[in-house]
């Protein structure tokens, strides 16, 4: 089995292959909010590319979310802080969500035959079933209005190690083997690590410390979202 | 003074900005050549994006070099080996290029006020002069195919490594400081570091490893090559 990593969401064509499953990323904190809102009870979401149709789903009743450049939108309940996610209100509903990045990768990589979202929260759990495939694995790092970002790169290195060193993965992909690497001087702190990183000075200036550090603490909600057509579902 | 490392020609438009500086990065081959090619003599080079563009010159009397997927095509009588550049059959001709990566680098960044060529070869005089201009520098990798490869990360790395720690430049790119990191772990044994690269693989096998060895040794030819019009001359 195959692992390459996909930087931006405009370069997945440039990696897409019919028979692997791909895992979108994006750590701060699209992915990191939809993993948090499965493991508390969350039915179903439904990742849209654009503001317009979040608020068309909250107009027809649905709770809706919506973030752009880090922070909530006016007239929506939830952005992407995994703390909102983190209470009864949302426990059995459908979420329409649509976010800076997060949700534009998902769109990118439409035509994969399987969707599943990664993040520092539910990796191991992630690591296991996508061991069990035996199938090629794309990572597709949602970055930053498509340029490359840090948190999600390590992330996606976070991924290639294990399944490379425990689980009989293979790569010829340089993207994999440079998160591999990056992941290897950041794994011992990587609050530190992202210190200087651009999206984490971005959220540290809208006072997002706390999201952060939760965004970061492995394997705090193990479940596996799952696109099925429009939704997303726990797997 | 503000660096940025631009990872594949594609994304190139995200980081235009008009008073920068840009350097376009092919280590294995194309800039190496080049940069080779200047400093034995060569007076002219003409970046073009097609083979056709390349015959085209060559029948009108000019030299002319192409290469797609590492190899020389047919009828040229260059391709982007850099010994093909150590004669005086090259002394003060004009010569027309096209490679699978490097031009494109060329074409995506033509609208930048200025365009140098950067290689392992003239590492330390593009840093001396990039930090003589004191403006923003935008480094342009050529990747393969318009995905990320490592080579031409670690030399982007070499560069800010330099200009940060040596020239008081800065840098919020998160894509420079994955460079910076991935140089620091390659720097000692930049050929062992690259030892499974995609690139390095593809290269070993069309018996090209004396190129890579060469391309990869630091400061051999010291001169910057500029585009001025369509024809890169040097500086």
């Known amino acids: 089995m195959n692992i390459e990593v996909c930087y931006t969401p405009q370069a997945y064509h440039l990696f897409h292959k019919q028979e692997a499953i791909v895992v979108v990323i994006d750590v701060f904190r699209a992915t990191s909010a939809i993993v948090t809102a499965f493991y508390n009870g969350v039915s179903k979401m439904i990742p ?29 309940e939830l952005g992407n802080s995994p703390f909102g996610y983190m209470n009864n209100k949302v426990k ?13 990768a998902i769109e ?7 969707i599943l979202i990664g993040s520092f929260l539910n990796l191991d759990i992630l690591c296991e079933y996508l061991t069990a495939q035996k199938k090629d694995v794309i990572l597709v ?21 294990k399944l490379i060193n425990e689980s009989g993965f293979q790569t010829t992909c340089d993207s994999a083997i440079a998160s591999n690497h990056l992941y290897s001087l950041a794994k011992n702190d990587l609050y530190a690590f992202l210190s ?14 706390r999201d952060i550090q939760y965004c970061l603490t492995p394997n705090q909600c193990p479940v596996i979202p799952v696109m099925a057509g429009k939704y997303l579902v726990k797997l």
Request: net charge neutral; proline share 0%; charged share 25%.
């Open 196 to 209: 200087n990183s651009s999206h984490r000075n971005r959220l540290a200036k809208l006072d997002l410390e």
């Open 108 to 114: 990118a990589s439409r035509h994969a035959s399987k």
């Open 92 to 104: 059995g509903k459908t979420i329409a969500i649509s976010t800076t990045n997060g949700t534009q």
């Open 141 to 161: 790092c949602a970055g930053w209005k498509n340029k490359f970002n840090l948190e999600d790169t390590i992330f996606a290195g976070a991924v290639v190690h």
């Open 48 to 76: 849209v590319a654009t503001v317009e149709e979040a608020m068309e789903y909250q107009r027809n009743g649905y709770l809706a979310a919506a973030e752009r450049n880090g922070e909530m939108i006016e007239g929506f």
